[in-house]
């Protein structure tokens, strides 16, 4: 089970710094109604991560099993697929990237957040995390790795569990610290916010092109073991 939690962890990783989930976290918790709107987001956040995962997993174990010698051609090529689209998206995070004095700019929808109540922060987090090509590949890339294992079912659960609260603990501690310690933590996510804003598609590029390798990796594994 080490093994597997091992090899899923940098994904649930990688959609733990998207910055995108964090930007909205943040800006839920400036609004108006922040307590509510935070909430709303972590629960839809949280059950969008861990009903993508369980399904793709489901899928994932529908895979044919190891040949002779440990080779696994089906899981081999699909984390190549998985590990190019990544390549793919790290290139295109870096073109997107804000160039010398250049100011990114805010999508419109970020811009409605301040009049969010709890299901319409819910709704959103469902979005970002099921409907978020970027996520369902990650999650493609860990849900492969605990589908094609040989783990019992309670192994599964704590596998499915680690994911789940690692993918979303961006969004977790920040409104956790929130609901603690409101006042201390506005002067540092408003700075936050700005940082995250800027950097978006350089951090995104180099997390891309680092699980992109990763999962190539895994990939020529598979086919030739």
Do not use: C, Y
């Not at 697929?81 to 010398?100: D, E, F, M, Y």
């Not at 995104?204 to 990939?219: E, Y």
């Amino acid at each position: 089970m080490g093994t597997v939690i091992g090899s899923i962890l940098p994904f649930a990783v990688g959609i733990a710094i998207s910055p995108v989930p964090i930007i909205v976290v943040i800006l839920t918790l400036l609004s108006p109604r922040a307590r509510s709107s935070s909430l709303g987001f972590l629960v839809g956040f949280l059950v969008g991560i861990l009903g993508g995962f369980v399904a793709l997993t489901l899928v994932s174990s529908l895979l044919p099993s190891h040949h002779q010698h440990g080779a696994n051609p089906w899981e081999g090529v699909i984390k190549l697929a998985l590990g190019a689209l990544l390549v793919l998206l790290a290139v295109r995070q870096w073109r997107k990237r804000p160039q010398g004095d250049e100011k990114p700019e805010m999508p419109s929808w970020m811009q409605k957040i301040d009049s969010f109540g709890f299901m319409n922060a819910l709704g959103l987090g469902l979005v970002l995390s099921i409907a978020n090509p970027k996520n369902l590949i990650l999650t493609a890339g860990a849900s492969v790795d605990v589908g094609a294992s040989d783990l019992s079912i309670e192994a599964v659960v704590v596998a499915v569990a680690v994911f789940t609260l690692v993918a979303a603990s961006a969004v977790i501690v920040p409104v956790v610290a929130f609901l603690v310690a409101a006042d201390r933590l506005r002067p540092g996510l408003n700075a936050l916010h700005t940082w995250l804003t800027r950097e978006n598609h350089v951090i995104m590029a180099v997390m891309f092109i680092v699980l992109g390798a990763n999962s190539i990796g895994k990939g020529l594994g598979a086919i030739w073991p």
